[in-house]
């Protein structure tokens, strides 16, 4: 079963604008990872955020985390056509049941040239 | 060096026959896992090895569904008797430690496109 829920299913937007992508999960975690995958490609991590953290940037990538609503934010900003991807979040279960990572549906992200 | 590489890229089989599909993990990797990727949706945990014990299976959709690593390394997916269902794409992952939910990333395959016909 699928934890994490993005939002919104698929966003579209011109390059240069920024992208924001929403993820709800339902139990306690120890991290939440946010992946990308291009059309018929494998997924590749982007950024990890641990649960005593609340925001974390990676270059034009920015991260929030809060714990006590159960979401996370993941921040595109000035977008490129190569952003065009599928973008996933991913928790890993805090709560002392199986620590497997467990990923959402995607928020299906189209840039504009 | 080189990713996780699996095989073969595409797979079609008709319903009944038995599939093999091999991933190769990044050398030295110790944590290595299957996901199962339906159309528009994201990965399904199906398994996870760390070297050669299979430590948990609880994703594995039936008894058709079998995975073995037995050297460590190398890695292969079958599934017995496939169903329409079955289709999907199969993704391979490996992380270089031993799996702990607050470490290191995923490294994935490119993954195996299956398609029962």
């Known amino acids: 079963s699928q934890q994490g829920e993005e939002d919104p299913q698929a966003l579209s937007i011109q390059e240069g604008e920024n992208a924001t992508m929403n993820c709800s999960y339902k139990?306690?975690?120890?991290?939440l990872q946010w992946y990308r995958q291009n059309s018929g490609r494998g997924l590749v991590h982007l950024i990890l955020?641990?649960?005593?953290?609340r925001e974390k940037h990676s270059g034009r990538l920015r991260v929030t985390l809060d714990t006590s609503k159960k979401s996370s934010s993941l921040l595109i900003t000035a977008s490129r056509a190569a952003d065009t991807a599928s973008y996933f979040c991913?928790?890993?279960?805090?709560?002392?049941?199986?620590?497997?990572?467990?990923f959402g549906k995607g928020t299906k992200l189209t840039v504009n040239p | 060096g080189a990713g996780v590489s699996q095989s073969p890229r595409y797979k079609v089989a008709k319903r009944g026959q038995d599939v093999a599909l091999r991933c190769d993990p990044i050398?030295?990797?110790?944590?290595l896992f299957w996901y199962q990727q339906a159309l528009g949706q994201g990965p399904e945990f199906l398994t996870y090895?760390?070297?050669?014990?299979?430590?948990?299976k609880s994703g594995l959709p039936s008894d058709r569904f079998f995975a073995e690593r037995p050297e460590g390394s190398v890695s292969t997916l079958k599934i017995q008797r496939t169903q329409q269902e079955d289709s999907a794409v199969y993704l391979c992952?490996?992380?270089?430690?031993?799996?702990?939910?607050?470490?290191?990333?995923?490294?994935f395959g490119n993954g195996t496109r299956l398609t029962v016909t």
């Open positions: 992952a490996s992380s270089l430690l031993v799996w702990r939910s607050y470490n290191s990333p995923l490294h």
């Open positions: 139990t306690s975690i120890n991290n």
């Open positions: 955020i641990r649960s005593n953290e």
């Open positions: 991913a928790t890993a279960d805090g709560g002392g049941g199986s620590e497997k990572l467990v």
């Open positions: 050398s030295g990797h110790v944590s």
């Open positions: 090895f760390q070297n050669e014990a299979q430590l948990d």
